[in-house]
């Protein structure tokens, strides 16, 4: 595992300060030897004495003067002169403000951006359950998998790593299996994309995207990341009481590499009570004596795989109540008793014009956050790394079970690789069970983006119609634009006005043009 500081964000009059040096910088490398003069080097050395101490170079500096906007009158851009000056003030400024006083708000002022290399896809999934960061990754539906994995220290000199190692072989001998019958298949089945350079690129993609459901969540992978200094540290604490060794190391990693450029603003980096045991106990303490597993239920079957389970029966008319509100000088029950005492063609109404001017990159009016919708759902781990992105959703997961079965791409069927398939996946779950009697922590790794998870996912309309227009577009990977159009079936049959303009990018202008005719449509 490789961590870097990519960079962070410091004090713009630091930065002009720099861009100064180095234009005369410039200068002097241009001149000729004869043209060298005093004026010119005073000019450089005036420059240089501009030139920030390195303790000024961070992020604390920000910080610190945002943190005195509140209680001091002077402009802020000389509250920053001020905290660039004194840094040891200011760090012991945001200490005071960000951890005794509790504004840790403050703390959001300073960024980080961090290359994170070497990591596991399982690795992966926990970093980016932390919803206000942002996360670029490398994708196996573009890059060709290079047999590229990370053996756990937990199963390391174990009997379990042998059974891990064989179980990895197989997998990704069955990758390049998969990948090569796939070409194979899409080069004779899609002749008028083989034929040329760029659609034989397209089809390289598609037998990446389907080979990769038989690799593991050991496989190794890199993204970068941005996250401000208060959720580094949630990030750094929640490490620290994680199981996998893995985690914890990333987490003790960070820290090290941004603990010299802001140590005033990252404090509580060990694991809580609250972090690490809750859960924990819960599932040794709690569930036994409910025996919630004998408690009759209609329960979701693997072969269900999105089921909505709670939603707002009202949807429409919530929706409606708060486009009313934001138009009018009314009470929402005011404007909620309206709501239901609209027809049914005024209720339409109402939402069209809602929708009227809205492109298919728009997002929809915030009105629409006022209903929500609750689904289980299975989903595979490949599918699952798509739907983790959408981060204003309340996601709760289970642990990847074998017992829910796989999800098999359909191409795998129809260019008869479906027995290798099977193999794989069937000496996968063998594998993950056996390591589980020796290493419990880390029987996960072995398993493969073809197995499932169960998933509670909760969504408001709005958030809804962002899923749908990006999951169910043509170009959306196959798997979860298929959860996706589940989704919005389910939402639609309870809420038809509320998601009357849903659908992918690809289908928005037929269906604008099938509310509102040929009207120009306003940007």
């Not at 040329?196 to 990446?208: I, P, Q, Y």
Request: with cysteine; net charge positive.
């Amino acid at each position: 595992m490789e961590i870097k500081v990519a960079g962070y964000n410091i004090d713009n009059e630091i930065i002009d300060s720099f861009k100064e040096f180095a234009g005369k910088l410039k200068l002097f490398r241009e001149l000729k030897d004869d043209e060298m003069n005093h004026e010119i080097l005073n000019e450089i050395v005036k420059s240089v004495s501009k030139l920030p101490n390195k303790d000024e170079i961070t992020p604390e500096t920000i910080s610190a003067a945002y943190a005195r906007i509140s209680r001091d009158s002077r402009p802020v851009y000389e509250l920053r002169r001020e905290s660039r000056k004194e840094v040891e003030r200011s760090r012991k400024s945001s200490r005071s403000i960000i951890f005794n006083m509790g504004h840790s708000s403050v703390a959001e002022h300073a960024v980080f951006n961090f290359d994170i290399i070497n990591i596991s896809r399982l690795a992966a999934e926990f970093l980016q359950r932390h919803r206000l960061c942002s996360f670029t990754e490398k994708s196996q539906r573009y890059i060709k998998f290079d047999d590229d994995f990370i053996v756990p220290e937990e199963i390391k000199g174990t009997k379990a790593e042998t059974i891990f190692l064989k179980a990895i072989k197989k997998q990704n001998d069955c990758y390049h299996e998969l990948f090569d019958g796939l070409m194979r298949y899409y080069k004779g089945s899609r002749k008028d994309l083989a034929s040329e350079s760029k659609g034989l690129s397209v089809l390289e993609g598609m037998a990446k995207e389907d080979a990769r459901y038989v690799t593991s969540l050991a496989v190794s992978t890199q993204m970068g990341a941005t996250m401000n200094a208060r959720n580094l540290e949630n990030i750094i604490s929640r490490s620290a009481g994680n199981k996998l060794n893995e985690i914890r190391l990333m987490g003790k990693l960070l820290y090290e590499k941004i603990k010299g450029i802001a140590p005033s603003l990252i404090k509580y980096t060990e694991s809580t009570k609250y972090g690490s045991r809750t859960n924990k106990n819960i599932i040794e303490n709690a569930l036994p004596a409910y025996n919630i597993e004998g408690y009759g239920s209609v329960a979701s079957k693997p072969d269900e795989d999105v089921r909505l389970v709670k939603y707002d029966a009202d949807s429409d008319i919530k929706i409606a109540a708060s486009l009313l509100f934001a138009g009018s000088a009314c009470d929402y029950m005011t404007c909620e008793n309206k709501a239901r005492d609209l027809s049914d063609k005024e209720k339409k109404d109402l939402f069209q014009e809602s929708l009227r001017h809205i492109q298919q990159y728009d997002h929809v009016l915030r009105a629409y956050e006022n209903s929500e919708f609750l689904y289980e759902m299975i989903v595979s781990a490949s599918c699952f790394a798509q739907l983790k992105r959408h981060r204003m959703a309340t996601i709760l997961v289970q642990d990847y079970d074998p017992s829910l079965n796989y999800t098999m791409p359909p191409a795998i069927f129809k260019a008869k690789l479906e027995k290798p398939f099977r193999e794989v996946m069937a000496a996968t779950s063998r594998a993950c069970y056996n390591i589980k009697n020796y290493c419990p922590e880390a029987c996960l790794y072995v398993l493969a983006n073809a197995n499932r998870r169960r998933v509670l996912l909760k969504v408001n309309a709005r958030e809804s119609y962002h899923i749908s227009r990006l999951r169910e577009d043509e170009h959306a990977q196959w798997d979860i634009r298929d959860k996706a159009g589940k989704m919005m079936h389910l939402a639609s049959a309870v809420a038809p006005l509320t998601f009357m303009l849903s659908g992918g990018k690809n289908v928005f202008s037929e269906k604008h043009v099938r509310l509102y005719g040929n009207e120009t449509r306003t940007v």
